[in-house]
């Protein structure tokens, strides 16, 4: 089973799952590694509390980290919320902790959340949607501050028509800006499992995305469930492979010590 590099425990503010029940169902799946990742999404407008306790946080999956050695090569990971003004934070938070991994990830658009309707009032969908894809842009460009960028097309799940309008050729000059200053920096992106789930019936992001990626060069990608539930890890693993497989990629990307290690598929 492919290890997941994109999952919440009772950490992230909108998750339950305790950590050993993620932790347990990564062992009953045959999984031999797996980078937990959870949410911080520091100076933000929400109702759900995105700050994570990063000191405990360490302290739990690193005694975790040696309980589960003989079952699981457990990797610690976290997901930054990326906002080009904590550019500084970011960099003094990372070099505190020894993280494996860092999705940065697009969340919050001028402090309001897209997961909510009311990020969408008073705009057309392809007006919000390009004003997410231009945030990204932003936040790739200027942050240096992670390892893959996360769900690049993540507002899709929360659009009022999701997927039914969206195509790639409408953003494409936007998505290249995108995967070139993703690529010119050394970071990857993801494919994130959770769009099957969402209603998109696709990969964040999507399909045509990354085979764009790979045409353009991009090397770094990594496999994610976004799982908030133990029944979610893993989940669609087996089509994550044929995508990436069909887009050019002969192997995936582990994280450890923030360097990227190629395994074939």
Same mark, same amino acid.
């Given at each position: 089973?492919? +290890? %997941? ?9 909108? #998750?339950?799952? +305790? ?13 031999? #590694? ?6 911080? &999404?520091?100076?933000? %407008?929400?109702?759900? %509390? ?47 902790? +020894? ?47 992670? &390892? ?29 800006? /995108? ?30 995305? /990354? ?11 990594? /496999?994610? #469930? %976004? ?39």
């Amino acid at each position: 089973m492919l +290890p %997941d590099y994109h999952f919440h425990t009772i950490f992230s503010g909108d #998750s339950n799952t +305790p950590v050993r029940a993620q932790f347990d169902r990564a062992v009953a799946l045959g999984m031999k #590694s797996l980078c937990v990742t959870d949410h911080h &999404d520091y100076d933000v %407008d929400s109702e759900i %509390d995105f700050t994570l306790d990063i000191n405990r946080y360490f302290e739990t999956m690193t005694r975790l980290k040696e309980e589960y050695k003989n079952q699981l090569d457990l990797r610690i990971g976290i997901e930054l919320g990326l906002q080009t003004h904590l550019e500084e934070y970011f960099k003094a938070l990372l070099s505190d902790y +020894p993280f494996d991994y860092v999705i940065g990830s697009t969340h919050f658009i001028g402090r309001k959340d897209p997961a909510y309707p009311e990020f969408f009032e008073g705009k057309k969908e392809e007006e919000a949607y390009l004003e997410y894809f231009q945030v990204t842009l932003d936040n790739v460009k200027h942050l240096n501050t992670y &390892d893959t960028a996360g769900h690049m097309d993540y507002i899709i799940r929360y659009g009022p028509n999701k997927a039914d309008h969206y195509r790639y050729d409408t953003y494409r000059d936007i998505f290249d800006e /995108i995967l070139k200053a993703i690529i010119e920096h050394g970071k990857g992106i993801e494919c994130n499992t959770a769009g099957f789930r969402k209603g998109i019936h696709q990969p964040n992001p999507g399909r045509e995305i /990354i085979k764009r990626y790979r045409e353009l060069g991009g090397e770094i990608i990594t /496999i994610g #469930s %976004d799982a908030h539930i133990p029944e979610d890890l893993g989940a669609d693993f087996h089509t994550a492979r044929e995508i990436l497989l069909s887009c050019g990629f002969s192997y995936y990307t582990e994280f450890k010590q923030r360097i990227p290690e190629f395994i074939p598929l």
